[in-house]
């Protein structure tokens, strides 16, 4: 059972491009979530799913953007990336919202 | 919003000393979680305490959540290197609720 899997691990970014995490769980959550952990801080936020169809703003929503086509995916998109989302990322899942939250391995992003 | 406060933010104990972190939010909870994320890892769930004054343990890990379910401890007996990481609470308003996570609190353990 995988879980939770997140690409890249790690990815090095320029200013200004873009790229996508990608996000899938086999479990069929039908909650997903995107945070990002900021060093030595907790854990923020950014998007959440609670189906396919179904994405809403957390609470650090600005400079990304995801969409929930499947229950199994849910990929992370930065269109205009900045030094400021350098950051460590985790997509995770759960039953529903306020059940156990699992987490994926973590994306590491940073942009020069 | 919600706000969900975490003290110590680090604290370093010598092997076999005792250990507490502490958890404050700044409006009743439904439930609350606890995580435990290794250094370089990913936080993984330890336990959810939903009742008020629940008292959990899991070997020497003992949880407590507050009469007015606002606060939560998470308390360690006789550390080993093991135990190091950073621990987060996370707490919900209700269900279908999102959790909201502390910042953290560091465990250095000292052999």
């Known amino acids: 059972n995988a879980g939770v899997t997140q690409t890249p691990k790690f990815r090095i970014l320029k200013i200004g491009q873009s790229m996508t995490l990608q996000c899938t769980q086999d479990?069929?959550?039908?909650?997903m979530y995107w945070y990002r952990q900021d060093p030595g801080m907790g854990l923020k936020l950014i998007y959440y799913?609670?189906?396919?169809?179904?994405?809403d703003k957390g609470e650090v929503p600005n400079g990304y953007n995801v969409s929930r086509s499947t229950t199994e995916d849910f990929p992370l998109r930065l269109e205009l990336a900045a030094p400021s989302q350098t950051s460590l990322y985790f997509c995770?899942?759960?039953?529903?919202?306020?059940?156990?939250?699992?987490f994926g391995e973590g994306s590491w992003l940073t942009v020069v | 919003g919600q706000q969900v406060m975490q003290i110590p933010q680090y604290q370093h104990v010598q092997e076999g000393e005792d250990f507490t972190t502490y958890c404050n939010s700044s409006t009743t909870l439904s439930n609350i979680q606890w995580y435990k994320q290794r250094p370089g890892g990913h936080p993984v769930f330890l336990i959810q305490l939903v009742k008020s004054g629940e008292v959990k343990k899991q070997k020497r890990l003992t949880f407590q959540f507050g009469e007015a379910k606002k606060n939560s401890s998470l308390h360690i007996t006789a550390t080993q290197t093991t135990d190091v990481g950073t621990y987060f609470c996370a707490g919900t308003l209700g269900y279908g609720q999102n959790f909201v996570f502390g910042p953290g609190t560091r465990l250095s353990v000292l052999p």
């Open positions: 479990m069929n959550h039908n909650y």
């Open positions: 799913s609670v189906g396919a169809g179904i994405t």
């Open positions: 995770a899942s759960s039953t529903q919202g306020g059940n156990t939250i699992y």
